[in-house]
Protein backbone atom coordinates (compact mmCIF):
# COMPACT_ATOMS: atom_id res chain seq x y z
CA UNK A 1 0.00 0.00 0.00
CA UNK A 2 1.18 3.64 -0.69
CA UNK A 3 0.00 6.95 0.45
CA UNK A 4 -3.19 6.73 2.41
CA UNK A 5 -3.97 3.28 1.26
CA UNK A 6 -3.45 4.16 -2.43
CA UNK A 7 -1.04 1.82 -4.30
CA UNK A 8 0.93 2.53 -6.75
CA UNK A 9 -1.17 1.35 -9.72
CA UNK A 10 -4.22 3.52 -8.80
CA UNK A 11 -1.44 6.95 -8.35
CA UNK A 12 -0.31 6.00 -12.30
CA UNK A 13 -4.27 5.71 -13.17
CA UNK A 14 -5.05 9.41 -11.88
CA UNK A 15 -2.04 10.65 -12.94
CA UNK A 16 -2.89 9.10 -16.84
CA UNK A 17 -6.66 10.73 -16.01
CA UNK A 18 -4.88 14.44 -15.42
CA UNK A 19 -2.75 14.26 -18.25
CA UNK A 20 -5.54 13.20 -20.32
CA UNK A 21 -7.65 16.39 -18.68
CA UNK A 22 -5.51 18.90 -18.96
CA UNK A 23 -2.76 18.13 -21.65
CA UNK A 24 1.18 18.27 -20.82
CA UNK A 25 1.44 21.72 -22.10
CA UNK A 26 -0.85 23.36 -19.60
CA UNK A 27 0.62 21.18 -16.66
CA UNK A 28 4.13 22.13 -17.91
CA UNK A 29 2.68 25.70 -17.33
CA UNK A 30 1.40 25.18 -14.25
CA UNK A 31 4.84 23.72 -13.06
CA UNK A 32 6.80 27.51 -14.16
CA UNK A 33 3.86 29.30 -12.70
CA UNK A 34 4.51 27.21 -9.10
CA UNK A 35 8.05 27.28 -9.40
CA UNK A 36 8.14 31.00 -10.09
CA UNK A 37 5.86 31.35 -7.44
CA UNK A 38 7.68 29.86 -4.89
CA UNK A 39 10.78 31.30 -6.48
CA UNK A 40 9.68 34.89 -5.34
CA UNK A 41 8.07 33.82 -2.20
CA UNK A 42 12.19 32.40 -1.04
CA UNK A 43 13.61 35.56 -2.50
CA UNK A 44 10.83 37.75 -0.40
CA UNK A 45 11.43 35.99 2.90
CA UNK A 46 15.27 36.53 2.34
CA UNK A 47 14.53 40.19 1.49
CA UNK A 48 12.56 40.40 5.30
CA UNK A 49 14.53 38.29 7.14
CA UNK A 50 17.86 40.27 5.81
CA UNK A 51 15.90 43.54 6.87
CA UNK A 52 15.26 42.52 10.22
CA UNK A 53 19.05 41.36 10.86
CA UNK A 54 19.89 44.60 9.56
CA UNK A 55 17.17 46.48 12.23
CA UNK A 56 17.99 44.49 14.65
CA UNK A 57 22.22 45.68 14.26
CA UNK A 58 20.80 49.22 13.92
CA UNK A 59 18.81 48.96 17.17
CA UNK A 60 21.76 47.40 18.93
CA UNK A 61 23.97 50.21 17.39
CA UNK A 62 21.95 52.60 19.63
CA UNK A 63 21.76 50.72 22.61
CA UNK A 64 25.67 50.61 22.47
CA UNK A 65 25.76 54.33 21.55
CA UNK A 66 23.21 54.95 24.56
CA UNK A 67 25.35 53.08 26.94
CA UNK A 68 28.54 55.13 25.65
CA UNK A 69 26.93 58.43 26.37
CA UNK A 70 26.10 57.49 29.77
CA UNK A 71 29.39 56.08 30.52
CA UNK A 72 31.00 59.63 29.21
CA UNK A 73 28.99 61.59 30.90
CA UNK A 74 29.34 60.57 34.54
Do not use: C, Y
Request: proline share 0%; no cysteine.
Amino acid sequence: MGVGGIGIWQLLIILLIVFMLFGTKKLRNLGSDLGGALKGFRTAMKDENAAEAEDETEASDEVIEATAEKVETK
